[in-house]
Structure formats: structure tokens, C-alpha cells
């Protein structure tokens, strides 16, 4: 069983690109984004609570999205293994899915880094608005705390797993979505 970490800031392409990975390697696609926004668009308690975290830029807590992770981890069937794409996002998370998936007898397989300069992040969100129609890809006050949080809680993610040799980084700046997925291909093949 596989655990691929789809890892990057906002807008690098991480969501785009994990759909061709997916069906190449036969992964579940898991963004811990895309649960939380079907819990808002559900109105579900937790839906509401991170409704407000999410529109103001900032992490939900790192509790909740392990709780959704954990409980997707128990359908395995029919997979080689999972794609995470959004987390981990802290290093508490990353501590606590390296702890999870010990309990299961596995381990993270690679980290696959996407990497963007921040000046593209803004140009890449305010495209995906447009098309999307996201309550936090519209301001941009939000996504300049996206930048910074993104920063200040989630790039130490990567000594984290270079120090594991587990990380693995292209740059996603090509012209193109089709150059971009290349790249990612590319480097998934290379890690199998
Ligand atoms: P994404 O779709 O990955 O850009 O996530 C959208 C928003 O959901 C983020 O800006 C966070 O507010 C929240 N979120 C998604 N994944 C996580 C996570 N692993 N930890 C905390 N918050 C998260």
C-alpha cells in the first residue's frame, strides 16, 4: 500500500495534477480541502466551524483533518494506496500521519513537491476563481494569508521530510497545465 504526498503552495496545481496520478497508479485521491468543502456545502456542524477558518485563510484544526484521514484510511479496497493532497499541513500532522500509519504497518512513500514562487500563487488563485467559484480564491487579502500561513506552518514540512529522504521536488512553473503534468509524471515514475 502506497502513501504519496501531494505537497506544495495554494495554486501550485497540486489538485489539477493528482487526478492523471491517480488513475496512472490506481491511488484514492484524498484533499483534506475538497472533504472540508463538502462538509460546508452539507451545513454540518464541523462544515460551519471550518467554514469560517477556511474564508479567513487560516488551518483548521489540525484534530479535524486527522479525524477525516483517519477514517478514510479505513477503505483500502480496490487501491494501491492513497494520494494526500493538502496534507499534511503542519508539522504535528505529518507527526501524527507518520504515527497513523505505523499503527497500520506502513510508511509515507515519497513527498511530491510542487513548487511555485508566490508572485504565481496570486496569479495562478485568481484564474482558478474565476472557474471555480471559491469563497477563499476571491480576496486578496485571503490569499495573501494562505501565502503566509502556508509558509510559516507548512514549508517546514520539507526539512521534515528531506530529513526522512522522502522528498522529492519539481518546479511546477511550466507554461502550460499538459508541461506541468509532465514534469509530475515524470517524477512519479521515477519513484516507483
Ligand atoms: P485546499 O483545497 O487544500 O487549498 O484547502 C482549502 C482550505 O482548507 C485551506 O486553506 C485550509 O483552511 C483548509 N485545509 C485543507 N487542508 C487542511 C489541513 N491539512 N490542515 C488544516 N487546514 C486545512
Redesign the pocket.
Known amino acids: 500500500m502506497k502513501f504519496y504526498i501531494m505537497f506544495g503552495p495554494?495554486g501550485a496545481g497540486?489538485?489539477t495534477h493528482a487526478a492523471a496520478i491517480r488513475e496512472k497508479y490506481n491511488l484514492r485521491h484524498l484533499?483534506?480541502?475538497?472533504l472540508?468543502?463538502e462538509e460546508i456545502a452539507a451545513s454540518t456542524t464541523l462544515g460551519k466551524q471550518?467554514k469560517e477558518?477556511?474564508d479567513k485563510?487560516?488551518?483548521?484544526?489540525?484534530e479535524?483533518?486527522e479525524g477525516m484521514i483517519r477514517s478514510q484510511f479505513e477503505h483500502t479496497e480496490g487501491t494501491n494506496g492513497f494520494l494526500l493532497?493538502?496534507?499534511?499541513?503542519?508539522l504535528r500532522?505529518a507527526e501524527d500521519l507518520d504515527a497513523m500509519l505505523a499503527d497500520m504497518g506502513k510508511e509515507v512513500s515519497a513527498v511530491v513537491s510542487l513548487m511555485i514562487p508566490d508572485e504565481l500563487v496570486f496569479t495562478r488563485i485568481k484564474g482558478r476563481a474565476a472557474v471555480e467559484g471559491r469563497a477563499?480564491d476571491a480576496s486578496d487579502e485571503v490569499i495573501s494569508n494562505?501565502i503566509k500561513?502556508y509558509h510559516a506552518q507548512t514549508e517546514p514540512l520539507i526539512d521534515y521530510y528531506k530529513a526522512k529522504g522522502k522528498y522529492h521536488e519539481i518546479t511546477a512553473d511550466g507554461e502550460t497545465i499538459e508541461i506541468n503534468r509532465q514534469r509530475v509524471l515524470d517524477l512519479m515514475e521515477k519513484l516507483q
Open positions: 495554494p497540486k489538485g484533499s483534506t480541502g475538497e472540508l468543502r471550518a477558518l477556511i485563510g487560516s488551518l483548521v484544526p489540525d479535524v483533518v493532497d493538502g496534507f499534511p499541513r503542519t500532522q477563499d494562505r500561513t
